[in-house]
């Protein structure tokens, strides 16, 4: 089964095509971050025109590369929410629109699945497992006992820890999206040097917070004499890492042992950190957990993950009419 993947929430364009017998066989993404950049951040209404101007060509770059007509495939699965609206309802709209013309299924994917199920790309999944879905919009923990149960266990209070990345990330003059670089320097920095607070660490609930990081950051910023020095920056970096990645595996830890679950898992942007890579496979190593970190290029914002989700939906037999409806926000409910 042949399905096609279109992914619009934020600010990455992507088209995939998952093939149930070679698996992922294209994922282009069109980042739009060199756009958002000069602004420190989304601006949702440039996100949807630049996923307006964007889609329809990479639609047509995939079936050409692939030699493929539309009718050649079977279903096609578009990220119905949660996310920026105005971006959501380019994908949807394309996507109905593209059904409609071949005739071919169409499946509405909660952007949160698509994340938990990119894991099933890199390895073959051990259930049941607790899923750790951290990105720039979500800090979630999620029960998964089968594709398609879902049950939340808890989450951010405030901020995101992709938000608390770019927004600490941001205090040092660091690019956006700043994840990504604060990983990079952490690897260089101190870790003894400024020790960030690590917020309800000790509280028996499965919940995160991190406003209280970014004003402590601040604060740690603001003493630092200016220019900031490059061991500066990487010894505020490794602090900020060794802070969030603290919070985000003890949680999960504390969730895997409350469930008593087979496998523990990692999803989303924040996925691709190296130092939460390595915390996590060290706690799943101790307590005899299988872990299998996901690939890099599935935990950003990718349609391979969609069109994948779409697989198992459609193979289920679930699929949705034209009147498929868009969603900024929604907890992710069990299917099946
Ligand atoms: O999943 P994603 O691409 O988009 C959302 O659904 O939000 O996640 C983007 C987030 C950004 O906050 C980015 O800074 C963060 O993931 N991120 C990272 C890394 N790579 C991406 N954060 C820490 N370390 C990384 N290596
Ligand atoms: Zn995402």
Request: charged share 20%.
């Given at each position: 089964?042949?399905?096609?993947?279109?992914?619009?929430?934020?600010?990455?364009?992507?088209?995939?095509?998952?093939?149930?017998?070679?698996?992922?066989?294209?994922?282009?993404?069109?980042?739009?971050?060199?756009?958002?950049?000069?602004?420190?951040?989304?601006?949702?209404?440039?996100?949807?025109?630049?996923?307006?101007?964007?889609?329809?060509?990479?639609?047509?770059?995939?079936?050409?590369?692939?030699?493929?007509?539309?009718?050649?495939?079977?279903?096609?699965?578009?990220?119905?929410?949660?996310?920026?609206?105005?971006?959501?309802l380019v994908g949807l709209s394309t996507a109905k629109a593209l059904a409609r013309a071949a005739e071919l299924p169409l499946v509405g994917i909660h952007h949160i699945e698509g994340h938990i199920l990119a894991n099933a790309l890199t390895a073959e999944l051990v259930l049941p497992a607790v899923v750790l879905v951290v990105s720039g919009g979500h800090s979630e923990l999620v029960y998964m006992p089968e594709i398609g149960r879902y049950e939340r266990l808890g989450g951010t209070v405030d901020d995101a820890a992709g938000e608390a990345f770019d927004k600490s990330a941001k205090l040092l003059g660091l690019p956006y999206p700043g994840g990504p670089h604060i990983d990079r320097l952490a690897a260089g920095g101190d870790p003894t040097r400024f020790e960030l607070p690590r917020p309800l660490i000790h509280d028996e609930r499965l919940i995160f917070s991190f406003s209280g990081l970014k004003t402590a950051v601040r604060l740690t910023v603001e003493q630092l004499p200016r220019p900031l020095s490059d061991r500066d920056v990487a010894d505020v970096c490794r602090g900020v890492q060794d802070a969030i990645v603290d919070v985000l595996a003890r949680r999960l830890a504390q969730a895997a042992r409350r469930h008593h679950v087979r496998a523990v898992y990692l999803a989303g942007g924040v996925a691709a950190n190296g130092g939460l890579r390595e915390r996590v496979a060290a706690d799943a190593a101790a307590r005899g957990w299988h872990f299998v970190p996901p690939a890099r290029v599935y935990c950003t914002d990718n349609a391979a993950m969609i069109a994948y989700a779409g697989h198992c939906h459609l193979a289920a037999g679930r699929r949705d009419g034209l009147d498929l409806d868009s969603f900024a926000r929604a907890p992710l409910a069990s299917w099946r």
């Open positions: 089964m042949k399905v096609l993947g279109i992914e619009t929430s934020c600010d990455d364009t992507s088209v995939a095509l998952y093939d149930g017998d070679g698996g992922v066989v294209e994922n282009l993404v069109s980042s739009q971050a060199d756009l958002h950049g000069v602004f420190g951040g989304v601006v949702p209404e440039l996100a949807s025109r630049a996923h307006l101007v964007n889609l329809l060509p990479l639609v047509d770059l995939l079936l050409r590369r692939r030699e493929l007509r539309l009718r050649d495939l079977d279903g096609i699965a578009v990220t119905a929410g949660p996310g920026l609206l105005g971006a959501l």
